[in-house]
């Protein structure tokens, strides 16, 4: 019997496939949590690169849009790569990439090597969102669970952007940017190499093509992912555009630095849960009927926020993240439904591209709403844009609908 119908033959057993779906989801998981923090560790440095280079404002914003412009730019790219390369060579090439891309940053002298440094990082990140996603939908698909899984991974993104910044932070009172940036390469190296132990064995991969084999070659529905990529665009949207004013909220009912650094911690708290709450509650109850909860709620208590006084607003804001970051969760968990096996690393890149583009643009156009109208009129034009958001779950729900006859 060769190795292959070996693991074939283990992971008949129950035990043997949880066992490999359990570390492909830890490496998913890992993978999410550090690219993730390693992304937003950037917000912690920028005051400091300003201050160490003589960077313009626009400059400063060049070098955060250097990083995630070149991650949401490649992630098409990277899922057709993976098809000729391999999905865990290229994730875990990736995760060494942006490893090394810190320790470039930590060597930078000036400004174009800094640049060149975080384009680097974000071509090695774009392989981890639609990869990682594909693999965990792959690996749960014949035993069930696909939307709850993809709900711990999405969850395990928003430990990372809380625990690495943090982490930075700490570091840069003990030590100095270039060595804390330098401990952040060797973070993603080591990632890189647990990613690898992880999801490189032959049992793994074995399960991966029994449960490529199970999916119906036909299965997919071209006008639902539309739908579903156009429901993620504008929740992403009104997601960050909210966060854009938040700050300019608090500060008119009073709140001061730290108040406003309160507010946003109890908002991604919430958010972090969730994500992991509503992916639980996306497969139990339905995808539209979760949608319609988590973005009517998050229309009303946006319009909310703009009327209670601040004590109420604090009360508040774990529940506005709650739903305000939930419906991704719950948004991530169909993907796999709606596009057929063999494209699903092309549909999680199109999806995180679409989503990621449309958070981008989201502070300019609403900022300038903002400029124009004031910014209670633009909050209560976010709340009413978000509940386009309910006809277009419909359309969702018609394709896996279609999907499921």
Known sequence: MTAL?????LTESPTADTSVRRRTLWAACSAHAVHDGLTDVIYVLLPIWQLQFGLSLAQVGLLRGAYSGTMASFQLLASRAAKRWGR????????????LAYLCVGLADGLPLLLLALMLGGLGA???????????SDTYEAGGGVKEALSQYNFSGDIGKMLIPALVGVLLTVVTWRTSVTLMGVLGLVAAGMLWWLISSSRATAVR???AARAPAGQGSVSGLRALLLTGIVDSAVRMGFLT????????????TAGIGLALALLFVGGAFGKLLCGYLGARFGMMKTVWLTESMT???????????LAGMMVMLPLLGLALNGTSSVLYGVVPELSSAEKREHAFALFYTGTIGGGA??????GRLGDVTGIPVAMMTLAAILLLTLPLSWCVQRGLDRVHR
């Open 5 to 9: 119908n070996e693991d074939i033959a």
């Open 245 to 256: 004013f938040l700050p300019f909220v608090l500060t008119s009912k009073g709140a001061g």
């Open 299 to 309: 229309a009303l208590l946006i319009i909310l926020a703009l009327y209670l006084p």
């Open 88 to 99: 865990t060579r290229l994730l875990v090439g990736g995760t060494a990439l942006a490893g």
């Open 361 to 366: 643009l989201a502070p300019v156009v609403f």
């Open 126 to 136: 774009s392989t981890q969102h639609p990869l990682a996603s594909s693999m965990v």
């Open 209 to 211: 093509l029994k449960t």
